[in-house]
């Protein structure tokens, strides 16, 4: 995922197929260096999209 200017792992935790596309829900780790915070949000986005793209090839 594309966050921030840089692309970011976000693992794969559902897929939900829809009748009209498929939606994945993803982890992943935020950092802000400003503020020293670190963590984790999981989120649902709906594929494809321009900021999402696979890491490596399913299986």
């Known amino acids: 995922m594309r966050t921030a200017g840089r692309w970011r792992y976000a ?3 559902a ?3 829809t009748a009209d596309g498929c939606v994945y829900q ?3 780790r935020l950092a802000d260096q400003v503020d020293k915070i670190e963590g984790t949000r999981v989120c649902s986005y ?4 321009p900021a999402l793209h696979p890491a490596h090839a399913p299986g």
């Open 26 to 28: 993803v982890e992943i």
């Open 46 to 49: 709906r594929w494809p999209q």
């Open 11 to 13: 693992p794969v935790l």
């Open 15 to 17: 897929r939900q197929d």
